[in-house]
């Protein structure tokens, strides 16, 4: 009996008494294919030849090649030939240390932690500390897989314990990987929030749910330098900081597209630069981002010129972009609303009620989200709310299917959290925080029903709110009465929504019969 025929025969004995009847002759019979696939090769040890043969052989089904993949795991565990798949991960990693030998470990310990701190202690550390937020299991796994890809990078580089330098230089790999399209956006984003969740841990000894900051340093000390300095004029401006991360997004965009490292590049800036700076953020935005990109463009360039950087002011170089605005707003029919209505029985308690909230009272975006629990008043049938946009008060009535929704929510579906959180609408994964937007619950339904709306194609939260007031002036409801559902204080924030009335509208229209017509020759046409 050969080495291979020992293995395997040990292999299903053990298994006998793990797996049920069906799946134990099922593996048996793969375990015959690779002793098949051995003798084909004359291969009388398990080995990566063997391994990589056998896992190529499957006929094009990932059913099959999984399986294969689990035979020869099993098969190279028991005979510890530490063979590595095509992309050289080990088909059987280490095994990592218990969550108890892990506790003891750390108990005392102070932090930062020291470089004496395995890789692997602090990434079961970091799995304690992420317990509480109780993420689903698929979750945790593509954490895992992430932590499993640093710990391979760690025992390549040669180093077992914890170093916070070399975690910098796996973060900037996988930068240049997802910036060379070699990495998809998903796995380097968990890739990138893992090693940030192991970083935390490391200096703190826990980990606070918090969003992360994107790798925002320049790759230059004197960029940096000027990047510095383009901030602070913005802070002493007084800008909100959405506004300022939205000039730094253009000044490191800007930096990338003309390669800029030192003073002397960007004093040598051509106007040819620019027109590729411009091409460049055309590729990546759409055309109404593109109407707020340039003229932060045109701004960066005139402080470049005026703090001395750039001989000449280019921003003069700059259009602003033109956005074709539509004469009438975009809503959407009768018809449509009916179907979505319908159509709200068979998604989640979350996106009906939300719908309903934009459909029905013409909500915002914004609104939705911050609404809180002290804003319903279930005894007297009011939303009454403070409007995020202008400040003012709004008091809408709490209709009967907006209502019902929102308790069928609250009491069935809605996350359940420890503390007075005072917001409604939370998020479905932890951390169950508010939603800091609806779009995508809007865009996807409308999507997912291939609703198109009228005179446009927006498929956010203000096309319901537009739809509602066209129904408004469908039924002839007075003016003063769709400015005060809208929340509106000024006529000029009616304009929009009024030309909506297409029969006034009508009777508004000029009379073009009279063109081409010559009146001082009776009206006869001039040929």
Same mark, same amino acid.
């Given at each position: 009996?050969?080495?291979?025929?020992?293995?395997?025969?040990?292999?299903?004995?053990?298994?006998?008494?793990?797996?049920?009847?069906?799946?134990?002759?099922?593996?048996?019979?793969?375990?015959?294919?690779?002793?098949?696939?051995?003798?084909?090769?004359?291969i009388?040890?398990?080995?990566?030849?063997?391994?990589?043969?056998?896992?190529?052989?499957?006929n094009?089904?990932?059913?099959r090649?999984?399986?294969?993949?689990?035979?020869?795991?099993?098969?190279?565990?028991?005979?510890?030939t530490?063979?590595?798949?095509e992309?050289g991960?080990?088909?059987?990693?280490?095994?990592?240390?218990?969550?108890?030998?892990?506790?003891?470990?750390?108990?005392g310990?102070?932090?930062?932690?020291?470089?004496?701190?395995?890789?692997?202690h602090?990434?079961?550390?970091a799995?304690?500390?992420?317990?509480?937020?109780?993420?689903t299991?698929?979750?945790?796994?593509?954490?895992?897989?992430?932590?499993?890809?640093?710990?391979?990078?760690?025992?390549?580089a040669?180093?077992?314990?914890?170093?916070?330098?070399?975690?910098?230089?796996?973060?900037?790999?996988?930068?240049?990987?997802?910036?060379?399209?070699?990495?998809?956006?998903?796995?380097?984003?968990?890739?990138?929030?893992?090693?940030?969740?192991?970083?935390?841990?490391?200096?703190?000894?826990?980990?606070?749910?918090?969003?992360?900051n994107?790798?925002?340093?320049?790759?230059?000390?004197?960029?940096?330098?000027?990047?510095?300095?383009?901030?602070?004029?913005?802070?002493?401006?007084?800008?909100?900081?959405?506004?300022?991360?939205?000039?730094?997004?253009?000044?490191?965009k800007?930096?990338?597209?003309?390669?800029?490292?030192?003073?002397?590049?960007?004093?040598?800036?051509?106007?040819?630069?620019?027109?590729?700076?411009?091409?460049k953020?055309?590729?990546?935005?759409?055309?109404?981002?593109?109407?707020?990109?340039?003229?932060i463009?045109?701004?960066?360039?005139?402080?470049?010129?005026?703090?001395?950087?750039?001989?000449?002011?280019?921003?003069?170089?700059?259009?602003?972009?033109?956005?074709q605005?539509?004469?009438?707003?975009?809503?959407?029919?009768?018809?449509?609303?009916?179907?979505?209505?319908?159509? =709200?029985?068979?998604? &989640? *308690?979350?996106?009906?009620?939300?719908? +309903?909230?934009?459909m029905?009272?013409? #909500? $915002?975006? /914004?609104?939705?989200?911050?609404?809180?629990?002290q804003?319903?008043?279930?005894?007297?049938?009011?939303?009454?709310?403070?409007?995020?946009?202008?400040?003012?008060?709004?008091?809408?009535?709490?209709?009967?299917?907006?209502?019902?929704?929102?308790?069928?929510?609250?009491?069935?579906?809605?996350?359940?959290?420890?503390?007075?959180?005072?917001?409604?609408?939370?998020?479905?994964?932890?951390?169950?925080?508010?939603?800091?937007?609806?779009?995508?619950?809007?865009?996807?339904?409308?999507?997912?029903?291939g609703?198109?709306?009228?005179?446009?194609?927006a498929?956010?939260?203000?096309?319901?709110?537009?739809?509602?007031v066209?129904?408004?002036?469908?039924?002839?409801?007075?003016?003063?009465?769709?400015?005060d559902? =809208?929340?509106?204080? &000024? *006529?000029?924030?009616?304009?929009?929504y +009024?030309?909506?009335?297409?029969?006034? #509208? $009508?009777? /508004?229209?000029?009379?073009?019969?009279?063109?081409?017509?010559?009146?001082?020759?009776?009206?006869?046409?001039?040929?």
């Amino acid at each position: 009996m050969t080495k291979l025929e020992t293995v395997i025969n040990t292999l299903l004995q053990q298994l006998k008494f793990e797996l049920a009847n069906e799946t134990w002759e099922s593996r048996r019979r793969y375990f015959n294919q690779m002793l098949k696939c051995a003798n084909s090769l004359g291969i009388t040890e398990p080995c990566a030849e063997l391994y990589d043969t056998f896992i190529r052989d499957d006929n094009g089904s990932t059913e099959r090649h999984a399986l294969h993949v689990r035979c020869v795991r099993l098969v190279d565990a028991l005979a510890c030939t530490q063979a590595q798949d095509e992309y050289g991960i080990p088909f059987n990693e280490p095994p990592m240390p218990d969550d108890a030998k892990v506790h003891e470990f750390f108990q005392g310990r102070e932090f930062p932690i020291a470089a004496d701190v395995r890789i692997d202690h602090l990434i079961v550390k970091a799995e304690i500390e992420m317990k509480y937020l109780n993420l689903t299991d698929s979750t945790i796994g593509q954490y895992k897989h992430s932590w499993m890809d640093i710990r391979r990078y760690f025992y390549d580089a040669g180093i077992l314990g914890y170093d916070e330098t070399l975690m910098k230089c796996f973060i900037q790999e996988i930068n240049n990987l997802r910036n060379s399209g070699s990495m998809k956006e998903w796995k380097w984003k968990i890739n990138r929030k893992a090693a940030r969740v192991l970083m935390e841990v490391a200096n703190t000894g826990c980990f606070l749910w918090g969003m992360i900051n994107r790798d925002a340093n320049c790759n230059s000390l004197e960029t940096e330098s000027i990047r510095s300095q383009y901030l602070v004029s913005l802070e002493q401006r007084n800008l909100s900081k959405s506004t300022i991360d939205l000039h730094d997004y253009v000044f490191r965009k800007t930096v990338e597209f003309t390669e800029i490292e030192t003073l002397k590049d960007l004093l040598s800036l051509t106007p040819e630069k620019i027109h590729l700076v411009i091409t460049k953020f055309a590729c990546i935005c759409n055309r109404r981002s593109m109407a707020t990109i340039l003229p932060i463009l045109r701004s960066l360039l005139a402080f470049f010129f005026t703090v001395g950087l750039i001989k000449k002011d280019l921003s003069g170089l700059v259009m602003g972009g033109f956005v074709q605005r539509g004469s009438v707003a975009a809503y959407i029919s009768e018809k449509d609303q009916t179907e979505l209505v319908a159509y =709200l029985a068979r998604e &989640s *308690k979350r996106t009906k009620a939300v719908i +309903l909230l934009a459909m029905n009272l013409g #909500l $915002r975006d /914004c609104d939705i989200c911050n609404l809180t629990f002290q804003a319903i008043d279930w005894r007297n049938d009011k939303i009454r709310l403070i409007q995020k946009k202008t400040g003012e008060p709004l008091v809408l009535p709490l209709l009967p299917d907006v209502g019902n929704a929102l308790m069928d929510y609250i009491l069935n579906e809605r996350p359940k959290r420890a503390d007075h959180y005072p917001y409604i609408f939370l998020r479905k994964q932890a951390p169950h925080n508010k939603l800091t937007s609806v779009y995508s619950i809007c865009s996807g339904l409308l999507g997912c029903l291939g609703i198109k709306p009228v005179n446009g194609t927006a498929t956010g939260v203000h096309l319901f709110r537009y739809s509602m007031v066209h129904r408004l002036l469908a039924a002839k409801v007075p003016h003063q009465v769709i400015t005060d559902v =809208l929340g509106h204080t &000024s *006529k000029e924030s009616d304009k929009p929504y +009024l030309s909506m009335e297409e029969s006034m #509208l $009508r009777m /508004c229209a000029l009379n073009l019969s009279v063109i081409g017509r010559v009146s001082w020759r009776g009206g006869a046409s001039d040929d």
